[in-house]
């Protein structure tokens, strides 16, 4: 019997119907074309090599990981966010520059930096 083909298998698992399954013959079926029988593979088999070589290893791939600094700017993206830096900004300059920062005027606009800060 011939191997199975890649693309047909691949097919056959994405569309996860049964009546599909069952044309193809079913797991008996399956089983033969991929040489194979219920209790596995044995490890030193030479068709563990053939199968590598036809439908390539099964690893998966390591993710791309995103360091933290990446996520913590990302974080800063969000619309509400930007409003408040924005807005705490506009306070600590005009409590600064109008103010001279009398009265610890300049306590609100620091406050909503360094919570923007922390919640990120």
Same mark, same amino acid.
């Given at each position: $019997?011939?191997?199975?083909?890649?693309?047909?298998?691949?097919?056959? $698992?994405?569309?996860?119907?049964?009546?599909?399954?069952?044309?193809?013959?079913?797991?008996? &079926?399956?089983?033969?074309?991929?040489?194979?029988?219920?209790?596995?593979?044995?490890?030193?088999?030479?068709?563990? &090599?053939?199968?590598?070589?036809?439908?390539?290893?099964?690893? $998966?791939?390591?993710? &791309?990981?995103?360091?933290? @600094?990446?996520?913590?700017?990302?974080?800063?993206?969000?619309?509400?966010? $930007?409003?408040?830096?924005?807005?705490?900004?506009?306070?600590?300059?005009?409590?600064?520059?109008?103010?001279?920062?009398?009265?610890?005027?300049?306590?609100?606009?620091?406050?909503? @930096?360094?919570?923007? @800060?922390?919640?990120?």
């Amino acid at each position: $019997m011939a191997w199975a083909n890649k693309d047909k298998l691949q097919s056959l $698992m994405e569309q996860r119907d049964i009546y599909s399954f069952n044309q193809n013959g079913g797991v008996q &079926e399956v089983l033969c074309k991929l040489k194979t029988s219920t209790e596995g593979l044995k490890e030193d088999s030479l068709l563990v &090599e053939e199968r590598q070589r036809r439908y390539g290893k099964n690893i $998966m791939t390591k993710p &791309e990981t995103k360091s933290f @600094l990446h996520l913590w700017f990302d974080a800063f993206k969000d619309l509400t966010l $930007m409003i408040l830096l924005i807005l705490a900004v506009i306070s600590l300059i005009i409590s600064i520059a109008v103010q001279h920062g009398e009265d610890l005027s300049w306590l609100d606009g620091s406050a909503i @930096l360094v919570t923007v @800060l922390v919640v990120t």
